[in-house]
Each structure stands twice: as structure tokens, then as C-alpha cells.
């Protein structure tokens, strides 16, 4: 896949390059100063894009390796948005030390990116081509004005015909208000993300409607093109349009989100899970004694992700922690979240009759598998497993295999391209590596204390 999205990059830049004027706005910081990693502390959760006054920061999830080479890099970058407007759940508004308030979350970074692509694709602007009628022995004829202009013959059987027919062409025309509007709307998009793609900006167009004006002809272009490819193209420039016309300071925006742990959940739930996990959950109610007699209130535990696979079920939480990168114990989940692990699994096994040999129960967390301190090299991998206490017995030391829970660390990167369509492969993985350590001697009262 990365392959895929690299030779199409290169593809569009080397088709673009040659059609760009050489007085073009050169960047003065490269994309590979703009990334960074978080960490996932105080301060440092932010995964997306933030630009202010003082210049644009990519920020990439915790356990991120970022790849050597520029091209990748971009790629990378480019799929960092994507994964973020697939599986992102943010408020209207964030605070952050960044800005000096909260900042609205309506950038459109989806047009942005389309007006780019769509100029690296055919590597021009948009001109408006009008009708062009010209006499010709031979092309598409007008037949209302060949009948109107033009001397047919008569022949014996009464039929006509014309030696000379008037013909429509198509003919560019290049000062038309919607192309400079395209170039404004393609100057703008490179300022703020053109470095995701290439390292120039082109010109803005010496003259172009205002802004009021733009969004008029872009909405009557809309209700009247039957192009898809064109259509989509006006919307995305009456998005960046209508963005512009409402912000104060368009120098500052942002994409993201500071609660990155949603999209990692939806990641795994998307490479692992079932789609129907709801039967899964275990319920409570609430019987009330106020109010009318039939009142009641319904709750339920509900896990990431319940991957089935070769006939057994694993039980998967996602947590964003930290402990991939840190190797520090409290980085860890706690005892809540061990313990209601282990309640998912008591509740599939009674509910739905699976036997200990078919039921398991992990944590997924981030990691880096270039760069960790447990000296792993595998996309997915085991750090270990955790038990509630007090389901120890010491006459039985042999715990059931779901009140082991499992650590398995993810690399973040890998995660992030195999999201989708995750093959059977990569299911075994995660499978065995969850029951490896089980094979290991029982939980003893030593270890416990």
C-alpha cells in the first residue's frame, strides 16, 4: 500500500513540475522539520496538523516512526489525515498552549487536499472552454444552424444534403472569472498544505473576484455542471472560500485531535473486530422504586473489539498508554480496566457456553517497532499479562485463560496502513501471540504478592 500511494505521489509531482512558473514562493523549514512525534504527556497528545503565526507543525501518534526517505514522509503525512477524518470524534472546540484560545475544528482540510491532488493531476488550472460555431466540410454539425446558414442541395428524391455543415468546437477561453478563482483557491491550498505534496507555492492570480462574488458563480457552476470530476471541484473550492470568509485569521487553523486513544480503539476494532460485538456486552438494569412502575434503566459494559478467529474469541481493549514507549509500569492499564476485562470474559463464557480453551482476553497498545526498549522487532507483539487478584485461587492455581489478560503492543505506523482488509495473516498473528504466553506454568501466590 505505501508503495501504491508513493509512485502515485511521485507520479503527480513529476507530471506537475515542468507546468509550474519558476518564480514560485520557496519554503524556508523542510516536512521533516514540520513532524513530530508526541509522547502522549502533559501537553503533547495532539495528533493532526496546527498552523499559527509562527509556522505548521504535523503532529504524529505516540510510537510513530517517521521513515527515512522525503517521499515516504509525505505519504505518511497525506495518510495521517486520512486515517484522522475516517475514525476522528472531536469537540466544536479545543483550548490549547499553542493558541491563545479555542480554536474551531470546521477547517476543510478534505478540500484543501482535493484542489491540490486535482492540480498535480492534470497539472493546470481549470479554463472554462465556450461553443464555438465555424462552417466545415466534416466534424459534429449543429444541424438547427446548418439548416439556418448553410445552402443544402436538393436532390431527385427530395431528400437535402450539405456539402458544408455548421460545426461546434470547443474553444478555451483563459479570462474567464472561474479559472482566476481556481488559481486563487490552488494558491491558497499550496500556502497552507502544499508542503505534504511538493516544497513550492504557486502565484497568486493578479487579479480574481472577491470572495462573495467567487462563492456566487462557484454554487451556480455546481447547479448546472453534470460533471462529476467538476462538480466536486467547485464544492471543495466554495469550502475553502466560505472557510476564509468566516475566519478572522486565516494563518491559524488546525485538523486533529487531542483524544487520539478513539481512533486508535476504531483502528483495532476495524483490523480485528466483528461488526455485531453488541451480543457481547454484558447488561444491567436499574429496577426503579420512584416514579412509574415499569421505569427502568438499561446499562452495558461494552469492549473495543471481539475478534473471532480458527473458532475462538478474543476479547480486545485498545488503550492508547504509554508503556510502548516508556517501559514504566504506570503507564499501564489499571486494576478497573483489568477487572472489567475480566468481566467481558465471564460473561461470553456463561452466556455463551465457550469453553476456556477458545476464550481470551488482551489490552492493545501503541508501540514502535524500530525503536522500543524491550528490544522487539515484530509488528505485534507480547509485554506481558495482567490478573485480578482476587480471582486467585490457591487450590486451583491454573487460572482460566481470560482472566490472564494478555499485553500485546501494536507498532503504530504498521496499524495505520493495514487498518483495512487486515488478512487472515495478520489475525493469526495476533492470535498466537496472545496465546504464547499462556503456555507458560500457572499464576502462583508468589507472584501475586
Not at 453534470?226 to 466560505?242: C, G, H, P, S, W
Not at 483489568?338 to 461470553?348: A, M, R
Not at 515484530?378 to 495482567?386: L, R
Request: aromatic share 12%; hydrophobic share 35%; net charge neutral.
Amino acid at each position: 500500500m505505501e508503495n501504491l500511494f508513493q509512485s502515485r505521489n511521485a507520479e503527480m509531482v513529476n507530471r506537475i513540475l515542468p507546468n509550474i512558473d519558476s518564480d514560485m514562493d520557496k519554503r524556508g523549514i523542510t516536512l521533516r522539520e514540520m513532524c513530530h512525534v508526541n509522547k502522549n504527556g502533559e501537553g503533547d497528545s495532539f495528533v493532526g496538523v496546527k498552523a499559527d503565526t509562527n509556522g505548521m507543525t504535523i503532529y504524529f501518534p505516540i510510537g510513530y516512526e517517521l521513515p527515512e526517505n522525503d517521499d515516504d514522509l509525505r505519504v505518511d503525512v497525506h495518510n495521517l489525515f486520512g486515517v484522522l477524518a475516517i475514525f476522528m470524534k472531536e469537540a466544536s472546540q479545543i483550548e490549547t498552549q499553542n493558541f491563545s484560545g479555542p480554536i474551531s475544528v470546521d477547517f476543510p482540510m478534505h478540500a484543501y487536499i482535493k484542489v491540490i491532488r486535482h492540480y498535480l493531476n492534470t497539472g493546470r488550472y481549470y479554463i472554462e472552454t465556450e461553443p464555438e460555431y465555424v462552417t466545415a466540410t466534416k466534424g459534429a454539425p449543429d444541424w438547427p444552424r446548418t439548416f439556418k446558414n448553410q445552402m443544402g442541395l436538393v436532390q431527385k428524391n427530395g431528400s437535402v444534403i450539405f456539402t458544408q455543415m455548421t460545426v461546434r468546437r470547443q474553444s478555451p477561453n483563459t479570462n474567464k472569472k472561474i479559472t482566476q478563482i481556481h488559481q486563487y483557491c490552488v494558491h491558497e491550498a499550496f500556502s497552507k498544505l502544499g508542503t505534504i505534496y511538493v516544497s513550492f507555492v504557486p502565484q497568486e492570480p493578479a487579479q480574481h473576484p472577491g470572495i462573495a462574488e467567487s462563492i456566487s458563480i462557484l454554487t451556480d457552476k455546481i447547479n448546472h455542471t453534470n460533471k462529476d470530476v467538476e462538480r466536486n471541484l467547485f464544492k471543495a473550492m466554495r469550502q475553502i472560500l466560505t472557510y476564509i470568509d468566516t475566519r478572522n485569521d486565516n494563518n491559524r487553523f488546525f485538523f486533529g485531535t487531542d483524544r487520539f486513544e478513539y481512533v486508535w480503539q476504531n483502528m483495532i476494532d476495524a483490523a480485528f473486530g466483528i461488526s455485531d460485538k453488541g451480543k457481547y456486552f454484558p447488561k444491567a438494569t436499574w429496577l426503579l422504586d420512584k416514579g412509574p412502575a415499569s421505569r427502568r434503566k438499561r446499562t452495558s459494559l461494552q469492549p473495543d473489539s471481539i475478534m473471532i478467529y480458527g473458532g475462538k474469541y478474543y476479547v480486545l481493549d485498545a488503550k492508547c498508554y504509554r508503556y510502548g514507549w516508556s517501559e514504566n509500569p504506570d503507564h499501564l492499564p489499571g486494576g478497573p480496566d483489568i477487572n472489567k476485562q475480566i468481566t467481558y470474559g465471564e460473561y461470553i463464557e456463561q452466556t455463551r457456553t465457550i469453553p476456556n480453551e477458545q476464550l481470551f482476553n488482551a489490552f492493545i497498545l501503541p508501540y514502535n517497532c524500530k525503536e522500543n526498549l524491550f528490544n522487539l522487532t515484530g509488528v505485534i507483539e507480547n509485554i506481558g499479562e495482567a490478573v485480578g487478584d482476587w480471582r486467585y485461587d490457591p487450590s486451583n492455581p491454573h487460572m482460566k485463560n481470560y482472566e490472564r489478560v494478555q499485553g500485546i503492543v501494536v507498532d503504530t505506523r504498521y496499524l495505520m496502513y493495514n487498518y483495512i482488509g487486515t488478512p487472515d495473516e495478520q489475525k493469526k498473528e495476533l492470535a498466537e501471540c496472545i496465546e504464547r504466553v499462556l503456555s507458560r506454568p500457572g499464576i502462583t501466590q508468589a507472584m501475586l504478592v
